[in-house]
């Protein structure tokens, strides 16, 4: 725990100095000083700096504003902050923006699950979709950490209702919370 926290310092030390150094110098491509921003908005969240967090975002939007992965990011900072109309609001511009799926889009439809998960749809909802995912884009789910995570939580919540009443489906889904974790 000590060493990560030591890696997550001397990294956010390292981007810290490479956007000083954009500052600096005024010379610097919007998209590497914009990734800049969000890696260090990350570490400042990971390490509990919230609010510094949201800074680095609000920064970031006003360098390219409307990246859907930023705004629900910056949703999910709203949410943890437990600003539920702001991210509420966040949630439904980033919907706006990535629209409907047209090309039949692996990204589009991760993205689709992770805001489902946000808006707290109906857990079987949600499984249904990361099936189809999972059946549609197979190369591509296998490295998903974020269906996995989404997956996990989800079969997790539905072990605890159904706990004591059906233990034979509750060490099913013990058991695949366990291999999607």
Sequence with gaps: RLNEEKNQI??????????????????????????L????????????????SMDYINESLILIPNVPSIILYKSGLFASLNKLDEAQKWLIKFKYLIGENLYDNYIHDSYQVVLYYLMEYEEHIILRKIESIENKYNEYTKENA?????????LEKLAHKIKNTDKKRYLSYVKEVEENR
């Design 10 to 35: 001397t990294a956010l030390i390292g981007y810290s100095h490479c956007i000083d150094l954009f500052d600096f110098l005024q010379i610097f491509s919007k998209v590497q000083k914009n990734e």
């Design 37 to 52: 921003l969000v890696q260090t908005a990350l570490i400042y969240d990971s390490i509990g700096y919230t609010e510094l």
């Design 146 to 154: 974020v269906l996995f995570f989404i997956k996990a939580k989800i």
